[in-house]
């Protein structure tokens, strides 16, 4: 099986930074892509940032230039540093992984969630 565990967030000020990490754990052969979702209250889960297992990035219209996503491959992580915050940032966030695992002879390709931590951006 295959563990996320998400760090970082809380609560902080419009215009101050915060910086989320995800590390993927567990009996893992390779993750392909990471990313970062969020779902704030009413409103459905959407994708803030991804990056793929060479680099390649894609964000949110509503946090480019602000939010900037990266990984280390050695340490299965991914992180999310978020700055100048906007009130309208506050949901919670959820790392997510394309994870592939080995099952005796068999490789076996999932999507694997982290357990959503809330992010709070006060005026």
């Known amino acids: 099986q295959v563990q996320l565990a998400e760090s970082g967030g809380g609560l902080v000020q419009a215009g101050g930074s915060l910086r989320r990490s995800c590390a993927a754990s567990?009996?893992?052969?390779?993750?392909?892509?990471m990313g970062w979702y969020r779902q704030a209250p009413e409103k459905q889960r959407e994708l803030v940032a991804g990056i793929t297992r060479g680099g390649s990035t894609n964000y949110a219209d509503s946090v480019k230039g602000r939010f900037t996503i990266s990984r280390d491959n050695v340490k299965n992580t991914v992180y999310l540093q978020m700055n100048s915050l906007k009130p309208e940032d506050t949901a919670v966030y959820y790392c997510?992984?394309?994870?592939?695992?080995?099952?005796?002879?068999?490789?076996?390709?999932?999507?694997?969630w982290g357990q959503g931590t809330q992010v709070t951006v006060s005026s």
């Open positions: 567990g009996s893992i052969f390779s993750i392909n892509g």
């Open positions: 997510n992984a394309e994870v592939t695992v080995v099952a005796g002879t068999t490789f076996i390709t999932g999507d694997y």
